[in-house]
């Protein structure tokens, strides 16, 4: 019984144990889970904490110029679309300074990138300090800002910001031992008097400031009447130049190129002219503007080598088949689209020899020559002629000039209109004709406009001369019958 019992006990106690070891289990597995849910909670926390503050950080980004701290241009188009939405229900007017740095490339260029930046950096904070609470100052991008304000009666205390603003900004910051001082070009619009929305304001500002900038630096320029016209003259040729190239609207017309010394006719240049039917004649450097800006480069030079490449055939019909036709591209154009194969396809097209049809390219064009060496070296590949347009005027170095194997130089007619009574351009141009000896390459003349400076400019040893002596830029038609006047000329002269 007493061994029963002894058994009896150690087996409870066995039973005992074993039921206790489990539930220290259970509890030793309950006790960690609770830790680490608690852990997994806490973490989770931290967590949530990071996420909604790198967001904020995030909006922060989004929002900011990461450079100056300021306002970007998404908040800058959210204050204008509020803005434009009371200004419309006459609760405010608004006004738009556009400030943009003079010089900043030359900084950037001669002291180097961390000094532009220093230079940003303290205009964007002087901008913040010109502002009212309820102003915005907004970096655009480069070294444009803005300051947007709003209220009633504006005018007087814009003109009492955009003072300071001006004063604020010029004065001297110093960066590695050296004194920046800066200065900045402001174009100012108002709305409703100018504008109706946001887009539309800027333009009018914009247009202030691109006029501050060509009135030289440290100008303020107000949105006007006779910026208004220009404005509407922009968009007019805006809107309808697709249209106008597609539709025949633009003309090209041919200016005679003279051989001085025999009075004969050596070949045209192409310029291109578009009567507009509201506005009447758009200067050409505006065409090509508007079409660089429209991304319609291309169809514009299209257009202008088709016209000259039928004006050749009309030349051999007439018994001229050895005279040049020169066409003008912008250097912009040599990166947006592959020129000589535009030009190989329209010459091909009317059957006319490249060797007769010259590109005649600025010489900002060639200033660096690594980024028109290919387009240039495609376009002799193909057979055109080269010529450098308005040559005097840039700084191209005579290496370009030997390595992009140039044929002529279009001497600008800065140097040349008035030659006769100007020593000064008679010493330029001599010089000029001994480098273009030196070179092998041709002159061109241009502005020949009196008998005196042709004369002048043969005693000097130029033989190429284009301009109002010999004649205007003309439709075929007519410089076909100038052709034939000049002919029975020469042979006269003969
Ligand atoms: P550019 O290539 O230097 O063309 C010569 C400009 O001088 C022409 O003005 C011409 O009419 C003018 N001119 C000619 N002879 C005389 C003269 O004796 N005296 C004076 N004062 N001026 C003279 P235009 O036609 O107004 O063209 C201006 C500029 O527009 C051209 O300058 C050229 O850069 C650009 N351009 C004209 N047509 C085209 C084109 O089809 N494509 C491109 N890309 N540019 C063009
Ligand atoms: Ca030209
Ligand atoms: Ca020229």
């Known amino acids: 019984m007493s061994y029963f019992l002894a058994a009896n006990v150690t087996l409870l106690t066995l039973m005992l144990f074993r039921a206790s070891m489990r539930s220290e289990r259970s509890f030793v597995l309950s006790q960690n889970v609770a830790m680490r849910t608690s852990q997994l ?29 300021l306002a970007n241009r998404s908040v800058f188009n959210r204050r204008m679309e509020l803005l434009f939405d009371r200004c419309r229900k006459g609760q405010t007017e608004v006004a738009l300074l556009l400030i943009d740095l003079d010089k900043f490339k030359t900084v950037n260029d001669t002291r180097g990138h961390s000094a532009g930046d ?36 504006l005018d007087a205390r814009v003109h009492r910001v955009v003072l300071d603003v001006m004063k604020r900004i010029a004065a001297p910051i110093f960066f590695g031992g050296h004194e920046i001082v800066p200065g900045a070009s402001i174009g100012i619009a108002f709305a409703p008097r100018h504008a109706t929305d946001g887009d539309d304001l800027y333009a009018c500002a914009d247009l202030a400031l691109y006029q501050a900038k060509l009135e030289g630096r440290r100008q303020i320029r107000f949105f006007d009447a006779a910026l208004k016209d220009r404005l509407d003259y922009e968009r007019a040729v805006d809107r309808d130049l697709a249209a106008a190239i597609e539709a025949g609207g633009l003309e090209v017309h041919f200016q005679p190129q003279v051989d001085m010394l025999r009075d004969a006719a050596t070949g045209f240049e192409a310029l291109v002219r578009w009567w507009h039917p509201e506005i009447g004649a758009i200067s050409p450097p505006d065409i090509v503007k508007a079409a660089a800006k429209l991304q319609m480069s291309e169809q514009l030079t299209g257009f202008v080598a088709d016209r000259a490449c039928r004006f050749a055939r009309i030349l051999d019909a007439e018994g001229h088949g050895d005279l040049t036709v020169s066409i003008n591209m912008s250097p912009s154009e040599f990166g947006a689209y592959d020129p000589a ?51 005097g005027m840039g700084h191209s170095s005579l290496a370009h000039l030997i390595s992009l194997k140039i044929d002529r130089l279009k001497i600008d007619r800065h140097f040349v209109t008035n030659i006769s009574a100007n020593v000064h351009n008679q010493a330029l141009v001599g010089a000029l004709v001994s480098v273009g000896r030196a070179l092998d390459m041709d002159l061109v003349l241009e502005g020949v406009e009196t008998a005196a400076d042709a004369e002048t400019l043969r005693a000097l040893g130029c033989y190429t001369g284009q301009g109002w002596l010999f004649g205007k830029a003309m439709a075929p038609a007519d410089a076909v019958e100038w052709l034939k006047r000049h002919a029975t000329k020469v042979r006269a002269v003969a």
């Open 341 to 391: 194969r535009l030009l190989s396809g329209i010459a091909a097209r009317h059957e006319v020899n490249p060797g007769r049809i010259e590109v005649e390219i600025t010489e900002d064009a060639i200033l660096d020559p690594r980024k028109v060496e290919r387009a240039l070296a495609a376009l002799r590949g193909a057979g055109f002629g080269i010529a450098v347009d308005d040559f």
């Open 41 to 69: 909670a806490q973490s989770l926390a931290v967590a949530n904490g990071e996420i909604s503050k790198s967001s904020l950080q995030l909006e922060h980004l989004a929002n900011s110029d990461t450079l100056t701290g």
């Open 118 to 153: 220093a230079l940003l950096k303290a205009v964007a904070n002087r901008l913040s300090a010109a502002c009212g609470k309820n102003d915005l100052a907004v970096r655009l991008g480069g070294d444009e800002f803005a300051l947007v304000l709003s209220g009633h009666d």
